[in-house]
């Protein structure tokens, strides 16, 4: 995946639950909305985080009404009521040695050397467990 717009989670997000809706054999999606479409979608919100990328874990937390978002070298907590409101959010970036570590392998210190946060799993009522790449290590 490359750099996505922040805006590009709520597509993403509503495929999500659209692949949840239906049986296991495959068929066609019963909507298909571009994300210009989508984007002019009355009450549609947007989320950005500054200075990250690549939202590529979601987990959705009903109970406490949180959805928990994996980035780039962070982990965010949003208001599934209104996902525009100021996100919680955790820095997590991976050590400088296996940063350079990372770019001593060949990789690109400011683009590929970084924590992507991949995976977000409920652990219990306080606690996720969050997996990321640690810049390759
Ligand atoms: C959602 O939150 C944003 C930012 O705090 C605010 O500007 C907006 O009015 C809120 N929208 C609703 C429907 O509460
Ligand atoms: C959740 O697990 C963590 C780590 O084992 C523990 O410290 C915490 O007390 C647990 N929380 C609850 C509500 O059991």
């Known amino acids: ?24 054999t495959p068929s066609l999606p019963r909507l298909r909305l571009s994300f210009q479409e989508l984007q002019a979608w009355h009450g549609l919100r947007t989320f950005r985080l500054e200075r990250t ?31 525009s409101k100021r996100a919680k959010k955790l820095a997590w970036p991976a050590p400088v040695e ?15 050397c970084m924590n992507f946060v991949k995976l977000l799993h409920a652990y219990n009522h306080t606690h996720l467990l969050a997996c990321g790449t640690g810049a390759f290590h």
């Open 53 to 83: 990328c690549c939202y590529e874990a979601l987990l959705v937390d009903e109970e406490r009404g949180r959805l928990f978002v994996g980035a780039e070298n962070h982990v965010a907590s949003l208001s599934l009521d209104n996902i």
């Open 98 to 112: 296996w940063r350079e570590e990372c770019n001593w392998a060949g990789k690109d210190i400011g683009t590929e």
């Open 1 to 24: 995946m490359g750099r996505a717009e922040a805006a590009a989670m709520i597509p993403g997000l509503a495929l999500l639950w659209a692949a949840g809706l239906g049986d296991a």
